[in-house]
């Protein structure tokens, strides 16, 4: 994606807003609004970082830049969730660049470094958006109906893994078969760009082992632009108020529940 940093007129915080324009351009996962939004805050904690600790390489960033960053937003007054989304920018632009000399912490350990606490989502509070057996049958009836069964193939991946869309959208043969191999379902294209391991049930064996036999050696499993619009675009048709992810609520459901 093409980026431009805001040049401020100071030398050493150019140079390094040029090192982030490279990077960002190599940027090719998630939407384009998030990548976006990403790079205007990489670009804010460029311009803040190189003065207070004369970076000169993006190469080099550390916890210890993230937290001292993150401590700075928070005694601005700035919001517990506009502070976690700037972090996640700079976890996403250390995982794009191409040799870090550090490694990062999770988010998890880093935001209880600067002092933030969970958010919660005061939107889902009252509302159970686990998809019931029901409901993933429709989804499926309604997408082989209308001829998109890949769709139906991956709703029920998601149902039974747990794994996000954009996650199951980009596997590869090899990956599933490797997965098969070993039992774990090693994900790469992952929110945050945090690699996870996903182990397999009884129950998403048989149904990894259906979909490979159509796919091509080299190939992706599913189509590598669907995205979760067109499984909320099908959702709405078949009229159920949830959304796509709410597929992947029903395995954390039985997992940690039961």
Known sequence: MRYKFPETGNKPTDDLGRQLE????TWNRASIKTRYRYADACARFV???QPNF?????ANLANKHIIAYGRHLKDQGRSEKYIKNEISALQYLHF???NPRHVISESKKINREIGLGSTPNNKA???DQTWTHAELARFCAYARENGRPELAKMAEMTYITGCRLEEISTLRRYQIENALKTGVLHLTN???GRKRDIPLTGDSRPLLGDIL???????????????????QSLIGRI??????????SYFCYWQYVF
Do not use: C, D
């Not at 490279?22 to 351009?25: A, E, L, P, Q, T």
């Open 96 to 98: 794009s660049m191409p």
């Open 47 to 49: 311009k803040w970082a």
């Open 22 to 25: 490279k990077i960002v351009h």
């Open 54 to 58: 004369k970076i000169q390489k993006l």
């Open 239 to 248: 009229n159920t108020p949830f959304k796509a992810h709410s597929i992947a």
């Open 190 to 192: 992952t929110k945050g």
């Open 213 to 231: 036999e159509k796919v091509q050696r080299g190939s992706y499993i599913f189509i590598p632009a669907e995205t979760p619009v067109q499984f």
């Open 125 to 127: 509070a009252n509302l």
